[in-house]
C-alpha cells in the first residue's frame, strides 16, 4: 500500500456524515423559518393576541367581582346599622315611656291634673298603657270618698264596684271624663243599666250633674219598682259624698238636683199635662193628712202645703206642667224630696197616674 492510496480512518468518518450534517442544516433553517423574528410578527400572531385578551377580560371580571361583594358587604352593614338605630330608638321611647309611668304612680292628685292636661288635653302620643294608667289614677282620685263602702277594682280598669252600685268612667271626644252609675235592682228579673251622672271638665275645673238621669232613676224607682226607697237614699248619700270631695279639690260643681247641700228652690217644667186622675189622688191623700193641704187659689194653679213649711206649686197647661218646689230651710236633693213624697212623682214621672 502506498501513502497516497492510505486513507485517514478521521476523514473518512467525516465524509460519511456531511449529508446527515447537511439535512439537520435544513431542518435547522425550517425551524427559524417558523419562529418570528420580530415584534411585528407577535403582534399579528392570532393565538397570541387572543390569550392575552383572555387574560384581561379575566382580570376585570374579577375586579367587578370584588366591587360586587365589597357593595354586598356595605349594603348588609347599612341595614345592619339602620337595625341598630331603630332598636336604639325603640329602647329611648320604651324607657321614656317607663319614665311616664313612673312618674304618674308617684303624682299625687295636683301632679295627675298637669298630666291630664298636659298628655290628654293636648293629645300627646304616648303608649296605651301609659294613657290607660294616667287615666285610672286619675279617676279613682275623685271616687276616693267611697272607700267607706269598699271601693274596688274590678277586671276592667274604667270600672269599679261598692257595696251600693257599679261606676265607671269613659273619656269623652271633648277630652271631658264621664262618671256613669249602675245600681243593682231588687227584683233579679230587671236589668239595670250605667246611668251617666257626672262629667267633669279638667280645663275649666268645673263639674256637671246630668239632672235627667236623676229623673230616669225616680221613674225606674216609682214606675218600674226597679229599685228600693232605701236604694236611692243610699245612692244620694254617696253621690253627694263624691260631689262634696270634687269640691275639695277645686273643682266647681253646678246646681243640681241630687245635691243635698242645698235648699231646693227649682222650677221644673215637663213635656206633658197633668192628668186629672192624678190630681184627685193627690187631693185625696193631701186631704187624709193633717200636716198637708191642697189649695187652689188661682184658675190654673195648686198650691200644695207640706210639712215643715215644704211647699210644691202646680202651674197647669194644655200640654205641659210647671211645677215650683220650695223646701223652706231644709237642704235636700231632688231624689230625696219625691223619695219622701211618693204621691208627687206622677207630676214629674209619665207612668203608673
Known amino acids: 500500500m502506498t501513502k497516497e492510496t492510505q486513507t485517514n480512518p478521521d476523514e473518512s468518518q467525516l465524509l460519511e456524515q456531511e449529508p446527515t450534517l447537511e439535512i439537520q442544516t435544513e431542518g ?24 392575552s385578551r383572555n387574560v384581561a377580560d379575566d382580570s376585570f371580571d374579577s375586579a367587578e367581582e370584588e366591587s360586587d361583594y365589597e357593595d354586598d358587604y356595605y349594603a348588609v352593614k347599612a341595614q345592619d346599622h339602620q337595625r341598630i ?5 325603640q329602647a329611648e321611647n320604651e324607657l321614656a315611656d317607663l319614665k311616664l309611668r313612673k312618674s304618674i304612680m308617684e303624682a299625687d292628685f295636683s301632679g295627675l291634673l298637669a298630666h291630664y292636661r298636659q298628655l290628654i288635653l293636648t293629645d300627646q302620643d304616648i303608649s296605651v298603657i301609659a294613657k290607660k294608667t294616667l287615666l285610672e289614677y286619675y279617676a279613682y282620685e275623685f271616687l276616693k270618698p267611697l272607700k267607706t263602702i269598699h271601693l274596688t277594682a274590678t277586671d276592667n ?20 271624663l264621664e262618671f256613669s252609675f249602675k245600681l243593682n235592682p231588687v227584683n233579679s228579673t230587671y236589668q239595670s ?40 237614699s243610699l245612692f244620694n248619700y254617696d253621690v253627694n259624698l263624691v260631689l262634696a270631695h270634687l269640691k275639695e279639690l277645686g273643682f266647681t260643681v253646678s246646681p243640681s238636683l241630687i245635691d243635698n ?9 215637663t213635656d206633658f199635662p197633668v192628668a186629672a186622675e192624678v190630681l184627685d189622688q193627690i187631693f185625696i191623700i193631701t186631704m187624709e193628712n193633717q200636716l198637708y193641704d191642697f189649695i187652689t187659689e188661682n184658675k190654673g194653679e195648686i198650691l200644695i202645703l207640706l210639712d215643715k213649711n215644704q211647699r210644691l206649686t202646680i202651674h197647669l197647661y194644655t200640654e205641659s206642667t210647671l211645677l215650683t218646689i220650695d223646701s223652706d230651710q231644709w237642704k235636700r236633693s231632688l231624689l230625696d224630696f219625691f223619695t219622701s213624697y211618693p204621691f208627687l212623682v206622677p207630676l214629674v214621672v209619665k207612668g203608673e197616674e
Open 28 to 51: 435547522a433553517n425550517e425551524v427559524e423559518e417558523n419562529v418570528p423574528t420580530n415584534a411585528t410578527d407577535l403582534v399579528n400572531d392570532g393565538p397570541l393576541v387572543e390569550d
Open 85 to 89: 338605630e331603630s332598636l336604639i330608638e
Open 157 to 176: 280598669y274604667d270600672t269599679w264596684k261598692t257595696k251600693h252600685f257599679n261606676v265607671r268612667f269613659r273619656l269623652t271626644e271633648t277630652k271631658e
Open 193 to 232: 243599666s250605667y246611668l251617666p251622672l257626672l262629667t267633669i271638665n279638667s280645663n275649666s275645673q268645673s263639674v256637671v250633674v246630668n239632672d235627667e238621669q236623676i229623673l230616669h232613676l225616680i221613674s225606674q224607682w216609682h214606675a218600674e219598682n226597679i229599685f228600693s226607697v232605701n236604694q236611692l
Open 261 to 269: 247641700t242645698q235648699t231646693l228652690a227649682v222650677d221644673m217644667e
